[in-house]
């Protein structure tokens, strides 16, 4: 079947694979206990997802604040361009 084939619509809901989630945990880190990941990305409706994964609440916290500095340093970036954030 041709990509032309299809309407609008057609294509079911992508669903990242539950193996690919946990390939991706296990090889977040070198042993177990310190392993986790935060995962940010678009549906093909254009919605934002996140799939977020850590062995301990340690890791999930040091996630958070890596996040949040990239964050502020991106929106910094951009303020220092000329370029507001929406």
Not at 26 to 31: E, M, P, R
Not at 51 to 56: H, L
Not at 66 to 71: N, Q, S
Request: without cysteine; hydrophobic residues 35%; proline residues 5%.
């Amino acid at each position: 079947m041709s990509a032309n084939e299809f309407e609008d619509g057609e294509f079911p809901p992508f669903v990242l694979p539950e193996s690919f989630l946990n390939q991706l945990f296990d090889l977040s880190g070198s042993t177990d206990g310190n392993r986790g990941f935060v995962l940010a990305f678009v549906n093909q409706e254009g919605s934002p997802m996140v799939y977020s994964r850590s062995d301990s609440q340690i890791i999930e916290m040091g996630l958070r604040k890596a996040m949040e500095k990239f964050l502020l340093d991106s929106e910094e970036a951009d303020h220092l361009d000329g370029r507001e954030s929406n």
